[in-house]
């Protein structure tokens, strides 16, 4: 039987079975990041430009664009959410996909929950089971490749289950989504490509969610895909990409961000942070700033003068000039005011990268980084350090509400917080209609 019809019998079998008590608080708690990460994210510049574009583009509907007091179909508000989720950096990410699942999954759950009248507890297993899908095919390949290129694998997986899709036509909606995904492979990993860049596509997390609807809805109107496509020895670990569906728990699994940066810069970003603190360096002191790291930190564009507001979210250099410059909160959020500053450049500048061959061999499964800093004449060297929020070593519900307080700050009232605040704990209670309700009817915008 090909991988596709696989897939799609484990979602029509997870109809049948509640949720265990662990995943149905981590479901809830990527919701709550999820819902941080859009709404910190809701005047950036991808998001803006989704917004504009989408009454043009997709059909009409009511279903919300969230924070926006904007309506759409399932296609525009899956586009525009998962846009607004994705353009800080602020999402949950997957280690063994090497991707971000969230962005893309739960923006879709949420729209189709709405679409077809859910029940929290389906809503919530739609999200398990789309991170359960998405994370396995996205970790089975065999190549780097952008989170668009299997995160709609996980939307398919969401909104079939939601819309309690026949097998058949779920296996032809797989198959269809992987073959229309957004081609990412010039933007992969290895000395055949160029350093990844920043820009507001965002690894095609938005776009991969488009072509998930469309693909579900052409299957469900007699399109066929190349059902065979997952079955792909050269390009595809198969040895356990199904087997273990339903048993992982990948949405209890996903680390979490605290800088709205790309992963492979929250290490580095740890380790000067706490050397500053620990021995007082004052950024006009800094002679220069070296940093250890493995081979996917060094993928990146890292520009020590980015090319605007996106493109700072891919250079250790600069971000480590702002924490150096504004402190630990310079990234929580990013601000569109942080572009082109002349004494961030002069640090950025200052900043030597290189690549450690013990730090290498512990990629990708974990990301570390330590750095040195050398100031009046002293070197000060942090430990071997990993980012915050890593999956095994969780933040708290507690950290996550902490989280969103921070990033919210500059684009939703204290009120407007505490609001969004209480939905999200409702939905954690039992009941997402006060969460639905929120992000239809609160409008953002920055201070």
Known sequence: ME???HLAAYVAAAREGPLTAELREAACRSVLDLVTAAAAGIAAPGPRAARRV??????????????AGQGSGLA????????????????DGHRIARGHPGA????????????????????????????????????????????GMWSGYGVVAAIGFLKRTPEEI?????????????????AGAGPAFRAQEGSDVKEGIPWSGVT???????????????????????????DGLVDGLGRQGYVARSYIKFHACCRHVHAPAEALLRLVAEHGI?????????????????????????????????????????????????????????????EVVALAEKVSLSLDPELEARFPAETLSRVTIRAGGQSFISPVTAPRGEASDPPSWADLEAKLEQACRFVATPEQRRQLLAALRRLRAGEHAPLLDTLGTMRLSPA
Do not use: K
């Open 282 to 342: 004052a950024p006009h002191g800094i002679d220069a700033i070296e940093v250890a790291t493995y081979s996917g930190a060094l993928r990146l564009a890292n520009r020590p003068r980015p090319q605007g507001f996106t493109d700072i979210q891919f250079s250790i250099p600069y971000c480590l000039g702002l924490l150096a410059c504004d402190g630990p909160d310079a990234l929580m959020p990013l601000m569109e005011t942080a572009v082109n500053r002349p």
């Open 104 to 147: 893309a999954i739960i923006p879709a759950a949420l729209a189709a929950a709405q679409d077809v009248d859910a029940t929290t507890e389906e809503l919530l297993q739609a999200i398990v089971v789309g991170y359960e899908v998405g994370v396995a095919v996205g970790a089975a390949r065999r190549f780097y490749a952008n989170t």
């Open 3 to 5: 991988i596709v019809r």
């Open 76 to 91: 525009g508000a899956v586009w525009c959410n998962a846009a607004a989720a994705a353009a800080l950096d602020l999402d």
């Open 212 to 238: 998930a609807v469309g693909a579900l809805l052409l299957a469900e109107a007699g399109q066929t895909g190349p059902l065979r496509l997952l079955d792909d020895g050269e390009h595809f670990r198969l």
């Open 54 to 67: 989408a009454p043009a583009l997709m059909a009409g509907g009511a279903l919300p664009i969230w924070f």
């Open 170 to 186: 779920l296996a032809q909606a797989f198959a269809i989504a992987g073959i229309g995904a957004p081609n990412q492979l010039h």
